[in-house]
């Protein structure tokens, strides 16, 4: 066995699941022995998610690259995983040219595959929180933003749309109808899960318009249109198109909450 | 309703790499809607995705960790800020040498292709200040002058 190699497990105590397999130096044939005992190791625990941290590693022979994907497979049968992480760009190279980026999922650090574990295993939301100044101007640049990170985040096309025009509309409302001052701002929250995505929009509410907002925006009452009327439609289709739609009016703000579940 | 400079945006969002493509759209749409022009608003989209990824890269320990980016739109310029929340002290060290000697040598601890990104940073803005903390807490600001429209 090459002198360089090293290989130690760390078991995560705050994610149960989830163990660390760090590797240190070249990973030549003679070392496949050492990785199936470790992973023989990591299976009779009660962890079937395995990040891989390549960080050190400088070489890896073909022989324990199949074995590493041995180790996969029997994980996956127990309905986990083994990950890369840090895989240095030479090392990448190479494993792109085996074609075991195909195979492996790979991260650029143990942080990253981690997160993504909990991401999907829904044990983790993320949040985006944005500012920016109270002009119509603003918001299509605004709604694609959230609509491209649903969609980064897995969300389907469908959803994604239906997410950017419920972000237009609210944006469009806060603005038109919060305080007409440029220089204050509008504060968008976006919560974002596998199942679901809440959004809080945040204006500065102007003081005449509060009454009126109040009456327009009871939450006993159905949102309703006159046939007559040319305006109002916007706060109907955010309806349609979310799960759950609450305001909350006060002198220093209105919050308006919508929620979405994840559809496709 | 024109915009009227200057103005600012705040952006924060969690240490993660799949954030960053959003992100420097976002910043070029709004830079295109402040007419600048796209070629202004491209090269300071490469400015911000560069500095997010070293944000994100460098600066991100903890597990939850967040990056924030705020902008000043001016007339005449843009003034971007980007903080993380500390990372280890090897990458801090890192980015420290790359600011060091702008183009990394063998020495420095890092891959041959590192350290390449900050120097396109200095090509592209007029200033280029970095502050690392005693908790490695990092904070770039960068300021970008809009370019003469004969040379665009």
Redesign the interface.
Known sequence: MSSTFKIDIEELSSIPGVVIVRFQGSLESETIGAIEKIFTRVQMGDSVFAVADMGSVNLISSAALGELMGARKRLIELGGDLVLAGV??EIRTKLNLMGASKIFKIF??V??A??AY?WETGKKS????????S????V???R??IS??AR??GYGNRDSFRIETIVDEICNNAIEHGLND??L?IGIKVDIDPDKIEIDVTNISDPEKIFSLKTHLKPEEHLEIQNDERRGRGLMLIKMLTDELTFNISEQGTVVHVKKVREE | ????FP????????G????I???R??IS??LQ?SSFSPKFAYRSEIIVDELCNNA??FG??A?D?RVELECTFFNDRIEFTIKDQGGLKENVDKLRSSLDSPVSGSDSGM?P?QGMGLEIVRMLSEKLDVKIDKENLTSVHVVRKRENSASE
């Open positions: 240095i760009l650029n650090d942080r990253s981690i997160n909990k993320e949040q985006v929180e944005l500012t920016f100044p002009n119509l101007k603003m299509p640049a605004v694609q933003l491209r990170v980064q985040k440029s220089n701002n | 309703m024109d915009i009227s103005y600012h945006i705040k952006l924060c969002f969690p993660n790499l799949e954030y493509p959003a992100v759209k976002y749409e709004l809607i994100v890269n991100c320990r597990e960790a891959m292709h």
